[in-house]
């Protein structure tokens, strides 16, 4: 099993939709989780950070975490054609380094 | 906010040849920085985990011999990639982590697109 894996997409959505994006992870006692955005041929960029059950939101960006389902999801509100990249969901599973999921493309339709 | 620069961000190099990439910490010291490769239409997998003053840690089926780690200061850590070939050419991608702001401190290089001919 993977230690973090990611709804594969790719995911086509229309302007003004709602993205919602999916990840799940191993390591029971990881406890800080990301977001990336990572446009073609660019380093990835950090849009979100989450470490306490719920919802954080910033923006048009909602993080959500289920520590117990091992879940945290990101939802992008009124997607912009500039959200068309791919999102990485990290994991920090003991403190000191990220392990990264496959990353699910996204492409709003203009 | 932390700001680590990465150079070169393109490089190509003839077979057999050896290659450097920088990574610098600008405003902040990094006592670990970690390198990351990334093929086309994959994820970020880590290579190695670079500690300042001491010897890298390689992640599982990473030849230390090939990439050679070196992070002889705070600011700089070195990864360079010896007798290139072909399959090497990747998109190289360092990070480091700024201790000021947490668990959230972690801040990517620009990356460097290496191509062996």
């Known amino acids: 099993q993977k230690e973090v894996e990611q709804n594969s997409g790719p995911l086509s959505v229309p302007e003004g939709a709602i993205a919602s994006l999916n990840c799940t992870y191993s390591d029971r006692g990881s406890q800080s989780f990301f977001w990336y955005r990572q446009y073609s041929g660019k380093s990835p960029e950090l849009i979100m950070s989450?470490?306490?059950?719920g919802d954080k939101e910033d923006g048009r960006f909602t993080a959500q975490l289920n520590k117990a389902s091992q879940y945290v999801s990101l939802l992008i509100r009124d997607s912009q054609p500039s959200d068309s990249a791919t999102y990485l969901c990290?994991?920090?599973?003991?403190?000191?380094?990220?392990?990264f999921g496959a990353g699910t493309t996204v492409t709003v339709r203009a | 906010g932390a700001v680590v620069s990465q150079h070169p961000s393109r490089v190509i190099c003839k077979s057999g040849t050896s290659v450097k990439i920088e990574c610098r910490s600008l405003?902040?010291?990094?006592?670990?920085m970690f390198w990351y490769r990334q093929f086309p239409k994959q994820s970020l997998m880590l290579m190695a985990t670079s500690n300042e003053g001491s010897k890298a840690t390689y992640e599982q089926g990473v030849e230390k011999d090939k990439f050679l780690i070196n992070h002889a200061s705070l600011t700089l850590s070195t990864l360079t990639v010896t007798s290139a070939h072909p399959e090497d050419s990747s998109f190289y991608i360092c990070s480091a982590r700024d201790q000021g702001q947490g668990v959230s401190g972690y801040t990517f290089g620009s990356g460097t697109r290496l191509t062996v001919v």
């Open positions: 405003d902040f010291q990094a006592t670990t």
């Open positions: 989450i470490y306490s059950n």
């Open positions: 990290a994991v920090n599973p003991n403190d000191y380094k990220l392990s």
